[in-house]
């Protein structure tokens, strides 16, 4: 254990280093949640039972940090660790590889929650966003079956990113198409059926809905939408079965 606590703090410490990280994965959601309040007010969304919008906006911001600190990173970074072959020395060491990618999985869910709780402070404080105690759960529920899935993505991923350079542009032409249609900004209730479908197959919008179930102030119980849940974890043990079988510890061709 105190290996592993190591790991988790060389992680965390390397992550803090790293601005783009910090500024991509803490910051950038706080901005839009500013840009998207100051622009469109505090109205009612009637498409979604009459909550306020920046009730609809904090999950959908949650989801995005949770995938940018999780599956961006993850893809991106290890992508350059590979390339760099800081990968292969790893593998040269005793270091276990489930304590080296538990390491990376348990530093990109801190962000996340660190995430979660700077943007429902702000949502409280500015704009009167609250989550009933009963469904806290939910919140809970969703951030950590979020992180632990889209890790497995970034980590499988990563496999399929021919470099370094490419790799920031490539995550990014994947992720931001799919932010956009999966109602992570703006609900997506009046787009054509077809690309509502096509947003369905993916876990983007199936985690954003089921974090704003737990902040719908209608929601009963625990909040825990299991049934979009049910279908992020599905994409996780992909994620995790394509990882297992396609990760490169060192640069194609070697």
Known sequence: MSLLARQIG?????????????FFGLLLPVIFLLIFATIFGNETLDSRGGIKQSTYYVPGLIALGVISTT????????????????LKRLRGTPLPP??????RMAAAMVFAVLLTVVLVG???A??????????????????AVGSIAFCALGIAFSAVIPNEDAAPPIVNALVLPLYFISGLFFPVDDAPQWLQDLASVFPIGHLAEALFTA???ETQGAGVDWGNLWVVGVWGLAGVLLAFRFFRWTPKGE
């Open 71 to 86: 599956f961006v990173n993850l893809a991106i970074s290890l992508t350059i660790m590979r390339e760099n072959r800081v």
């Open 126 to 143: 500015l704009y009167g966003v609250e989550i009933p105690d009963s469904t806290l759960p939910g919140v809970i529920v969703s951030v």
């Open 122 to 124: 702000i949502g409280a």
């Open 10 to 22: 060389y992680d965390l410490r390397s992550w803090i280093r790293n601005p783009p990280v910090l």
């Open 215 to 217: 902040f719908d102030p």
């Open 98 to 103: 489930w304590l080296f990618f538990t390491g």
